[in-house]
């Protein structure tokens, strides 16, 4: 039993070690190029605040771009956006699928959806102003489910 705590909490404080823990830095240049070109083709008049660089447990590397406009998007290591989160406002129109976008508009038109994210790779949540989350798979259709 000592044996499995001992290796327990070795293996714990190895991980610990080798991570390098958030590097923070000015400028885009940081991320990887395809969320460069995200940012390039649906942000290109918003300036970047900072990017934080961070290894999750496994050491797999993501990125977190803050704008100065309050919006916030999280990367993978291949620069695929994980998670977008307006503090402010709104999302800009152009950053919500457009069947989402549509569905919200219909049915919650007074509010404003203020984070996506990509729960697994079928599943987006939204989060809307009035605190409602909503539930859609990949292609845009509203799924009944709770988290």
Same mark, same amino acid.
Request: aromatic letters at 10%.
């Given at each position: 039993?000592?044996? @499995?705590?001992?290796?327990?909490?070795?293996?714990? @404080?190895?991980?610990?070690?080798?991570?390098?823990?958030?590097?923070?830095?000015?400028?885009?240049?940081?991320? &990887?190029?395809?969320?460069?070109?995200?940012?390039?083709?649906?942000? +290109?008049?918003?300036?970047?605040?900072?990017?934080?660089?961070?290894?999750?447990?496994?050491?797999?590397?993501?990125?977190?771009?803050?704008?100065?406009?309050?919006?916030?998007?999280?990367?993978?290591?291949?620069?695929?956006?994980?998670?977008?989160?307006?503090?402010?406002?709104?999302? &800009?129109?152009?950053?919500? &699928?457009?069947?989402?976008?549509?569905?919200?508009?219909?049915?919650?038109?007074?509010?404003?959806?203020?984070?996506? +994210?990509?729960?697994?790779?079928?599943?987006?949540?939204?989060?809307?102003?009035?605190?409602?989350?909503?539930?859609?798979?990949?292609?845009?259709?509203?799924?009944?489910?709770? @988290?």
């Amino acid at each position: 039993m000592k044996t @499995v705590v001992v290796a327990s909490l070795l293996m714990c @404080v190895s991980l610990v070690a080798l991570s390098k823990g958030n590097i923070f830095v000015q400028g885009k240049d940081r991320l &990887p190029v395809k969320a460069q070109n995200f940012i390039d083709v649906n942000l +290109e008049k918003e300036r970047i605040v900072y990017v934080k660089e961070s290894r999750t447990l496994f050491l797999r590397k993501e990125y977190l771009a803050v704008f100065a406009n309050g919006l916030k998007i999280e990367f993978d290591s291949n620069g695929d956006w994980i998670d977008m989160l307006s503090d402010k406002k709104g999302l &800009p129109k152009n950053l919500v &699928p457009e069947k989402v976008w549509l569905y919200v508009k219909e049915y919650y038109a007074s509010s404003d959806v203020m984070e996506i +994210e990509k729960k697994r790779k079928s599943v987006l949540r939204v989060l809307l102003s009035n605190r409602k989350e909503i539930f859609f798979d990949r292609e845009g259709r509203k799924m009944n489910m709770e @988290v």
